[in-house]
């Protein structure tokens, strides 16, 4: 009997188990990486903001391209009666519910809310007609929601501007008490007042509830984020986010609740550089500070995923492949000859090189060109053309086989200074040290002649024996670069020889593995 008796008690733990309810703080870890689906279900009508209708299949690339949870802005106005009893379109409510669920059998988490609603938010908006009817949208979206699975998340309002702290302090408590009464333990996110930033968050009044998180957004520093001027990178720039994370991850650590970063970019319009730096730097310290995040993304002017043909550009690399161990810090500049220098911060020893990547064309894929020793900051690219942009990332392997990528930085390949005065200075014959060195498993060798001759550059063993040819042939007067790819050899010292005509000369090299 005893048997019988803890037996059954095992399995009512189990089933409880089985069906625990997801707290805030499984919640907001269970967020992870997020992105948000914009311009679409807060638009007047589906797809008249130019995106277009949601499909299956965009949850599916969300999904397989790394995010754990997608937000769904939603604006309920043009759906819903304007008189009591303030009926939400059944047709339009089907619609939302089809979508969530396409998101929810996905394994994502899934956010929606109550986006734009500027019926209510005006200024002198917030009467007992307008309330009356926001109190009946979120009665009828929580009672048809309510038996989802706690992976699907409410959010009050998105960015109660410009309504007073005193309106929307009564507006989250009041909305969270009509959720409550069908759904009493799904996790809800609120706000504080005007663009929901983060000083607004710190400063709002906590709703009296168990199952919260708080949100905030940045586009900051403006006007960069949101009009697209200016720069970002400088370390104030830098400091200035930091400082906003520490402030919000001080906020949750002192009322024990969790945070996301639910809206946040920068305009495609912006400094290219100073965007790539504005995504990798935010999305390292959300990482620093263990805060979720939504990045904003609305197939216009914070557009990184082609929805019509399923693609993304490098943001999303970004978004996903950040890590606290990814080099930071990127600068770029020209070195002689055409060449183009890249500086960096290394934020791991774990690694065994860093991967240097390149493309040429802003729709291209990265492609690795080079490999350098883990403690390496710097590379120099001699294998430019000037006038031909050039992008640049880097990527280095971490524990559990993870690949922390840097951000990308570009730029357009010119003459120096330097190397315009030797395009004007007589060609001599000169054998250049190879870059990188050590260098595994590529490096580049370059040279120079003043004459139509034979050349040779061959590789060498510490005991002199060849071991491989780089180039043999003829080459008219003028400098040239070749890499010798040593994926093959063993670590070790080589000395590689350029042999033109009577000249010769001989340099020493390091492969390390």
Same mark, same amino acid.
């Given at each position: 009997m005893k048997t019988i008796v803890m037996t059954a008690l095992m399995l009512v733990c189990i089933t409880m188990n089985m069906n625990a309810q997801l707290s805030p703080r499984d919640a907001a870890k269970a967020m992870g990486r997020g992105i948000n689906m914009g311009n679409t279900l807060e638009s007047p009508y589906e797809g008249s903001w130019g995106n277009p209708a949601v499909v299956p299949s965009n949850f599916d690339d969300y999904k397989n391209a790394g995010f754990t949870c997608v937000r769904l802005p939603i604006t309920w106005d043009k759906h819903t009666g304007a008189a009591p009893p303030y009926t939400i379109d059944p047709v339009w409510l089907n619609r939302i519910d089809t979508i969530v669920n396409w998101g929810l059998s996905r394994g994502l988490i899934i956010i929606i809310n109550a986006h734009h609603e500027s019926w209510l938010k005006a200024a002198g908006a917030y009467t007992a007609a307008n309330k009356e009817r926001f109190d009946s949208i979120w009665s009828q979206v929580a009672t048809r929601f309510k038996d989802k699975s706690d992976s699907l998340l409410f959010e009050v309002i998105n960015e109660p501007y410009p309504m007073t702290s005193a309106n929307v302090t009564d507006l989250n408590a009041r909305i969270i008490s009509i959720m409550r009464k069908t759904n009493p333990t799904r996790v809800v996110l609120f706000s504080g007042y005007q663009y929901s930033n983060s000083a607004e968050l710190v400063a709002a009044v906590i709703p009296i509830d168990t199952f919260l998180i708080g949100y905030y957004h940045s586009y900051d520093p403006y006007p960069f984020g949101l009009i697209g001027t200016g720069t970002y990178g400088s370390s104030t720039d830098i400091n200035t986010t930091i400082q906003k994370f520490t402030q919000v991850a001080s906020w949750s650590s002192l009322h024990n609740k969790p945070v996301t970063l639910s809206e946040f970019g920068a305009m495609d319009t912006s400094d290219y550089n100073s965007r790539m730096c504005y995504y990798g730097t935010v999305t390292q310290q959300a990482l620093a500070h263990n805060i979720p995040f939504q990045a904003w993304e609305d197939g216009g002017q914070f557009k990184f995923y082609n929805r019509a043909d399923h693609t993304w550009n490098e943001v999303k690399d970004i978004l996903i492949h950040t890590y606290k161990e990814s080099p930071n810090k990127l600068t770029i500049s020209a070195a002689a000859n055409t060449s183009i220098k890249i500086q960096w911060k290394n934020n791991t020893s774990g690694s065994d090189s860093i991967v240097i990547e390149r493309?040429?064309?802003?729709?291209?894929?990265?492609?690795?060109?080079?490999?350098?020793?883990?403690?390496?900051?710097?590379?120099?690219?001699?294998?430019?053309?000037?006038?031909?942009?050039?992008?640049?990332?880097?990527?280095?392997?971490?524990?559990?086989?993870?690949?922390?990528?840097?951000?990308?930085?570009?730029?357009?390949?010119?003459?120096?200074?330097?190397?315009?005065?030797?395009?004007?200075?007589?060609?001599?014959?000169?054998?250049?040290?190879?870059?990188?060195?050590?260098?595994?498993?590529?490096?580049?060798?370059?040279?120079?002649?003043?004459?139509?001759?034979?050349?040779?550059?061959?590789?060498?063993?510490?005991?002199?024996?060849?071991?491989?040819?780089?180039?043999?042939?003829?080459?008219?007067?003028?400098?040239? $670069?070749?890499?010798?790819?040593?994926?093959?050899?063993?670590?070790?010292?080589?000395?590689?020889?350029?042999?033109?005509?009577?000249?010769?000369? $001989?340099?020493?090299?390091?492969?390390?593995?």
């Open positions: 493309k040429v064309s802003p729709s291209a894929n990265f492609v690795s060109i080079a490999s350098v020793a883990p403690a390496a900051t710097v590379f120099i690219d001699t294998t430019t053309s000037a006038g031909t942009a050039y992008y640049y990332r880097l990527s280095v392997n971490v524990k559990d086989s993870i690949i922390a990528q840097s951000y990308p930085i570009m730029m357009t390949a010119k003459l120096t200074a330097t190397s315009v005065a030797a395009e004007n200075a007589p060609l001599r014959y000169q054998l250049s040290d190879n870059y990188p060195n050590p260098f595994n498993p590529s490096t580049t060798i370059s040279f120079q002649i003043p004459q139509r001759l034979h050349v040779t550059l061959k590789v060498y063993d510490v005991i002199g024996r060849e071991v491989a040819v780089i180039f043999s042939g003829e080459l008219e007067a003028g400098s040239y $670069t070749r890499q010798w790819n040593a994926a093959a050899f063993s670590s070790g010292v080589y000395f590689y020889r350029l042999q033109a005509g009577t000249f010769s000369q $001989t340099k020493r090299l390091v492969l390390l593995k």
